[in-house]
């Protein structure tokens, strides 16, 4: 049967460590963390973010991070940016580098911008409504594409939202519509509250393929019910073919209380193991799962906890 290629974006450094509670992990961590991702074959990863440090105090030292960061070629080492101020934080960054490193391969030539699909979740992560968080993100896009970063877009609360119940997938549409029509290269679909079923997913996406391509569609999808490996498969059954994931299972957003992390990326490469759908990993390799089990054991450790890959816990024990 035909092959099918899948891209994982990795956002553990980003999405699995911005709610953890306590001590501030320390940017050496991030760095190696990051670093052996792309050494066990990851493309795609979220290194951080430019948001205030007040709002969420893990991702303050995201500019050290990427300054430090041992770049590899064919790597996309993107950050979550919310407003204007993070972008012009992240260019300044930019332009002095290139002053001090003549030569060397940018910091990063991707950033991620997100918008909820209810007012009440883009209020609580953003602080102002959902028509307003566009108009914002518009500008960002494109002072951003100016300046030949790539934009990727990501939609929260897609199937439920932590205050206004569940979502009206029109919205969705809608919002990602939005998202593709300012120049976002693909818009992520996040169940951030993780209490999405498969059957939902599909309803889901069915709305939204009306009027969005699905190939510029990704799944990111936070296991607080388990079923987000469930939905991963439903959203490829659906023609999704970029799939957000987290090592270890890292992860949770600080503005949906008690939604734990994304699907483990431990899980994902087991469940499509010897299947028709192939994980492209960097330059043309795979993406190693031994290596990620034991990422995500290490981090987890870091953190003071077991790894929560249910495939990274079954292969410890062996
Ligand atoms: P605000 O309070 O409306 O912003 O927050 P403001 O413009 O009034 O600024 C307030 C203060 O923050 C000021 O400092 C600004 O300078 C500072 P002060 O004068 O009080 O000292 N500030 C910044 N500092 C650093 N970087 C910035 C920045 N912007 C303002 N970029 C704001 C608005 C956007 C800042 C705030 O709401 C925020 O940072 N939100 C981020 C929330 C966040 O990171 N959430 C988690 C990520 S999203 C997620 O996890 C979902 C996702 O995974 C998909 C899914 O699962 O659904 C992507
Ligand atoms: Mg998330």
Redesign the pocket.
């Known amino acids: 049967s035909k092959q099918h290629i899948v891209n994982i974006v990795e956002v553990g450094p980003r ?1 699995g460590l ?1 709610n953890e509670k306590g001590a501030v992990i320390p940017v050496e961590t991030k760095v190696e963390l990051v670093e052996r991702l792309v050494r066990a074959g990851v493309s795609n990863v979220e290194a951080g ?8 105090p893990q991702m303050g030292g995201t500019a050290d991070v990427l300054k430090r960061l041992t770049k590899e070629r064919g790597v996309h080492y993107s950050v ?1 940016v ?2 204007q ?2 972008l012009d ?1 992240l260019l300044l960054l930019l332009a002095q580098q290139q002053l001090t490193d003549l030569g060397s391969p940018p910091l990063t030539d991707e950033i991620s911008v ?1 918008v909820a699909a209810t007012d009440a979740f883009n209020k609580a ?3 102002c409504t959902v028509p307003e968080s566009l108009q914002k993100i518009a500008a960002v896009t494109e002072a951003a594409t100016k300046h030949g970063l790539r934009v990727r877009g ?1 939609v ?2 897609v199937i439920a939202c932590p205050y206004s119940g569940r979502t009206d997938y029109h919205k969705v549409r809608e919002v990602a519509s939005a998202l593709l029509n300012m120049g976002c290269y693909e818009v992520s679909l ?1 169940d ?1 509250v993780g209490m999405g079923r498969p059957h939902e997913v599909a309803e889901m996406l069915d709305v939204v393929k009306r009027s969005v391509p699905v190939e510029q569609l990704a799944g ?1 999808f ?1 296991d607080t019910y388990g079923t987000a490996i469930a939905n991963v498969l439903t959203a490829l059954e659906h023609g999704v073919r970029t799939i957000d994931a987290s090592v270890g299972g890292l992860g949770g ?3 949906s209380p008690g939604a734990t992390g994304n699907v483990s990326t431990e899980d994902v490469l087991y469940a499509l193991q010897g299947s028709q759908y192939h994980v492209a990993g960097r330059n043309g390799g795979t993406i190693n799962l031994e290596e990620m089990v034991d990422i995500g054991w290490w981090i987890s450790e870091k953190l003071g906890r077991e790894s929560a890959s249910r495939v990274g816990r079954a292969l410890r024990a062996k």
């Open positions: 999405d911005q973010s430019f948001v205030s440090p007040k709002w969420v979550l919310p407003n101020r993070g934080d997100f992560n953003l602080n990501y929260s609360v996040g951030t990111h936070h957003c600080p503005y």
